[in-house]
């Protein structure tokens, strides 16, 4: 049988491992160095919710399948909390930039606004505007939301968040019954290339021969590829998460709430704890230095925001704190699929993982077992960035 080999135990590796070991007859191992979804996937805020830009909405409509699938069939703990999501503006630009954008057209105007365009591409998914003072009235789930600088906003009522690690597991257990090898503790040392080609893997110093290596490696995926000489045309930034509880039960759990402003979002969890995220500036960090604490302005700022729209939140005490690496692309879609070096593929996202994982598994494993590019090639392919070829190799050939 073939040999694939896949770094990284995340929900992505998971993934790509449950759609290539049941659809293939290739063998499946995946190398994860320290424990199974144990990094980002477990970091994760997991919110799931049709926005985003159309290649997104459509990777994320095979997703949200998918996970109705696990949820019907699985006598294991999974759970999806609908919230709502309001994407909130403080600016009369950022406000009539969202109020234009069920226009399937971005709205030039609204350019300079501060509004994310893929924030004006919601697609297919109903949503409404909410002008300035309307808020209290259109909506009871807002007792907590202090609106009085709230210019805009749009309310979409299908967005909810997982639980990161059952979904991953689910991924996990579907997959071993399918013949997948997973191998904790296993770090992958070494990509071993000849010519353009991959010959194996060394692992915790062992080579290994295999016909081809997907890299699922979350934010290490830069450097691994760059091992080999692909210079993935990604970045990081770092996203901390805030968990703050309440001394007193709230009566109403808060929805997702998102200001464009402060880059700050709070998305209650239960009636007592809420999370406060943050979105920070794009580079590239090694996430062996990130520590889960926060960086005290990137901290402070996010308290101010959070505190400022819901103030019951002054009163909460912060339980846990933690950081993790959110991966990103400039065109906000992920790389996905073939790379220039045959027998290399790659995951790599613009954050939203858990929502993309599933469909991310969908086309690796469709180029690799049977060659189909799959429909949305041209939209994730690393060959809609200059300079980036692929070898578009399968099992099959
Ligand atoms: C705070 C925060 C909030 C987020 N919110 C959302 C959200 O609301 N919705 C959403 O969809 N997404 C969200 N994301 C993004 C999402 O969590 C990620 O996109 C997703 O978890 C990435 O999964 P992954 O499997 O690619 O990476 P990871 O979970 O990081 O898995 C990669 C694995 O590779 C392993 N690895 C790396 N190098 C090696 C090596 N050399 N050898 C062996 N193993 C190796 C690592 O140990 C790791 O376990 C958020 C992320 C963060 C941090």
Redesign the pocket.
Known sequence: MPKIAI???????ASIAYHLSKRGSCSVDV????EL?????S??????GHYGNATEVKMKRYGAELYNKFFLESDRELSFNLTGRLLCSTTKEGADALSGTDDVDADESSAGSGVPEKERLILDDPVTYIARGELKKRMATVPYLDDSEIMGCLYQPNVGFLE?IGMGREFVYRAKKHGTQFHES???NEIVKNGGEIEGLTVNGDFKEVDGVVC?????NIP?ARSIGIELPATHTL?P?LMMEVPNPMKVVPPLFQNIESGVYVIGRDNKTVYV?SYGDRGEYDPREINDKIPVELREKMLKFATKFFPILKEAKVAKEWV????GVSDGVPIVGWTEVKGFSI?A?D???????PAVGDIISKQILYGDQTELYENVSITRFEGHTDTKWSLNK
């Open positions: 770094i990284g135990g995340g929900i992505a590796g190398y994860e160095r320290g979804l144990s990094e980002t996937t970091r994760s805020a997991a919110v799931f990161p296993s770090e992958v699922a490696a979350g934010p290490w691994m996203a998460i995220g993790g690496i959110r991966s995951a996202f954050s939203s993982g858990i929502q993309l994982s």
